[in-house]
C-alpha cells in the first residue's frame, strides 16, 4: 500500500539539541497527525494538523502542515532522555477517513544524556 | 489515557492453530480498528468497524476475521496461524470519522509468535 516518505530514519542525538524531522508525500493530504510510541507501548497522537499553513504547538513540540498540502514536518525543542522512542506521521486525504490514514515509516530518536 | 485493553498482550503458537486477540474498550467510541505492526512495514489496517455488526476490510485482511457483537469489544481472529502473522497487533478506536477526525487511540499492543 501507499507509504509516506518520513525521514530521517533514525537520530542519535545528544539532550538539550534541536530535532527535525519531516513526512513527504506524493498525494495532497488534508490532515497530518504525528504520533509518538515508546517500547513495548501503543502510538500516542502528539499533534494534529488540518490546515495547510498551519503551524501548531504541544510544549516543546512543534508540527507544521505544508503550504503544499504534501509535506509535514515536526520539530522537537531541548532534547531530553524522555523524548526517545519512535514518531510517526500520519496523513488523510479529502476523500479519505481514518480507514484510509496513510503512514510513514517511523523516525527512531535516541537521546544521549 | 483513553480506556483500551487489549488481550493477551503476549502469545506464542504454533502453525495451524486458531488465535483469537481481544480488544476492549471503555470509552463508548464507535469506531475501532485492528492493525498489526511490522519492521518495515509501518502499520497497516487489518479491519475496521464503524458500529455493532458493521465490519469491514482494510488493507491486509487474508487471513483474518473480525467480529463485534458489543461497542465495547473487537475481537480479530486468526483462523489458522501461519508464521507470516507473527507480530504485534495493535487495537485502536475513535470517536469519529468526520472532516477534523484522525485522532486513533492505541492499545497496548499484543505480541504474537507463530512457531
Known amino acids: 500500500g501507499q507509504q509516506l516518505n518520513q525521514s530521517p530514519q533514525s537520530m542519535f542525538i545528544q539532550e538539550g539539541e534541536d530535532v527535525s524531522m519531516n513526512c513527504t508525500s506524493s498525494s495532497i493530504f488534508n490532515t497530518w497527525l504525528w504520533y509518538k510510541q515508546d517500547p513495548g507501548e501503543g502510538p500516542v497522537l502528539l499533534i494534529a494538523?488540518?490546515?495547510a499553513g498551519e503551524l501548531t504547538s504541544n510544549g516543546r513540540l512543534t508540527a507544521q502542515f505544508g503550504i503544499t498540502r504534501k509535506d509535514s514536518f515536526l520539530n522537537i525543542s531541548a532534547s531530553i532522555p524522555s523524548d526517545v522512542g519512535i514518531y510517526f506521521c500520519?496523513?488523510?486525504?479529502?476523500?479519505?477517513?481514518?480507514?484510509?490514514?496513510?503512514w510513514g515509516l517511523g523516525t527512531s530518536l535516541a537521546v544521549n544524556p | 489515557d483513553a480506556g483500551i485493553t487489549q488481550s493477551p498482550r503476549h502469545k506464542v503458537t504454533e502453525t495451524g492453530t486458531p488465535v483469537t486477540l481481544r480488544c476492549h474498550q471503555t470509552?463508548?467510541?464507535?469506531?475501532m480498528y485492528w492493525y498489526r505492526q511490522d519492521p518495515g512495514h509501518g502499520l497497516r489496517l487489518i479491519h475496521y468497524s464503524y458500529g455493532v455488526k458493521d465490519t469491514d476490510k482494510g488493507e491486509v485482511s487474508d487471513g483474518y476475521s473480525v467480529s463485534r457483537s458489543k461497542t465495547e469489544d473487537f475481537l480479530l481472529t486468526l483462523e489458522s496461524a501461519t508464521s507470516s502473522q507473527t507480530s504485534v497487533y495493535f487495537c485502536?478506536?475513535?470517536?469519529?470519522?468526520?472532516?477534523?477526525?484522525?485522532?486513533?487511540?492505541f492499545g497496548e499492543g499484543s505480541r504474537l509468535t507463530v512457531l
Open positions: 485502536a478506536i475513535s470517536e469519529s470519522e468526520g472532516a477534523m477526525a484522525g485522532e486513533l487511540f
Open positions: 500520519a496523513g488523510r486525504n479529502n476523500a479519505g477517513n481514518n480507514r484510509k490514514l496513510i
Open positions: 494538523l488540518y490546515k
Open positions: 470509552e463508548n467510541h464507535r469506531y
